[in-house]
C-alpha cells in the first residue's frame, strides 16, 4: 500500500511517502520537514515526498492525517488537503485514516529507542497541556493514561513519578524533558496497521477543551440627534 502521511500538528511539519503491508516492512521513500517559518506551502512539500518516492499523486492508496492535539490551524490545513485529494480521485480510490499525533509522538520515542515511563505534553493554551501517558519498550508501547487536559502541577506530578515529558514544547516548562516532534514518516508507520478508515469529511481536528460560546450582548441603540430648537 502506498501511504501519503501529513502531520501538521506541531511547529515541524513534514511529509512522507511509505509502502509496504500491514504484515510486511514499511520503506519511507520520502520525506519532507519543514520548521518553523512555514514558508513552504503544503501542496510543495507533497509534490516534493512524491519527487523523491518517484510516484504520482494518482499512486497513492492512503492518507493518513496527524489529527492532534497542537496547531489547530496546521491540522485543519492537513484535513482540507486531505479533503481535496479523496474529493478529486473518489473514495474508492484513496482511503483515509486519522491518527492521534501524541500516539504518534509515543511512536516516534519507541523508534529513537526510549523505554520506561514516557509523559506526551502537548501546549493546549491557558496554562493547560494535553497529557497523554505511555509505557514503551523494545517491542511494545502501551497507553496507560488517556490523552487529557491537565495543569502544570499535574504535569510536574506526572514528572516527578518518574515519567519522561517529551513534547514539540516541552522543555519551555520542563527542563529535563526531551524535544520531540511527531514526524509523519512514524505516522505512516501507524497508518499501515490501521483499518478504521473513513471519508474524509469526516476527520476532525482533536481538541479535549470544550467549546463555550457567549451570546453578544444586544446591539446598541444610538439616540438621533436633533437640531437645536430656535
Known amino acids: 500500500m502506498k501511504i501519503l ?3 501538521f500538528s506541531s511547529a515541524q511539519r513534514s511529509v512522507a511517502v511509505a509502502s509496504g503491508s500491514a504484515a510486511g516492512a514499511l520503506v519511507a521513500e520520502g520525506e519532507v520537514l519543514e520548521t518553523g517559518g512555514r514558508a513552504a506551502p503544503a501542496l510543495g512539500m507533497v509534490e516534493e515526498a512524491l519527487c523523491q518516492a518517484q510516484l504520482e499523486r494518482e499512486q497513492i492508496e492512503c492518507l493518513a492525517v496527524g489529527l492532534g492535539p497542537g496547531s489547530y490551524t496546521g491540522i485543519r490545513a492537513a484535513i482540507a488537503l486531505a479533503q481535496g485529494w479523496q474529493l478529486a480521485l473518489g473514495v474508492n480510490r484513496v482511503k483515509v485514516v486519522g491518527v492521534s499525533s501524541a500516539e504518534c509522538l ?36 502501551r497507553e496507560t493514561e488517556p490523552l487529557r487536559l491537565a495543569t502544570l502541577a499535574q504535569a510536574r506530578a506526572c514528572e516527578a513519578a518518574g515519567a519522561l515529558l ?18 509523519a514518516a512514524t505516522l505512516a508507520q501507524l497508518a499501515r496497521a490501521r483499518t478504521d478508515f473513513v471519508p474524509a469529511e469526516k476527520l476532525e481536528p482533536i481538541y479535549l477543551r470544550e467549546t463555550r460560546f457567549v451570546k453578544a450582548p444586544p446591539p446598541r441603540v444610538l439616540g438621533v440627534s436633533r437640531p437645536p430648537a430656535r
Open 166 to 183: 517529551i513534547g514539540p514544547e516541552v522543555t519551555k516548562w520542563f527542563p529535563a524533558g526531551r524535544v520531540m516532534f511527531p514526524r
Open 5 to 7: 502521511a501529513l502531520e
Open 106 to 141: 509515543a511512536a516516534q520515542a519507541q523508534a529513537e529507542g526510549l523505554t520506561g515511563r514516557v509523559g506526551v505534553v502537548i501546549d493546549a493554551q491557558r496554562q493547560e497541556f494535553h497529557l497523554g501517558v505511555f509505557e514503551l519498550s523494545e517491542s511494545s508501547r
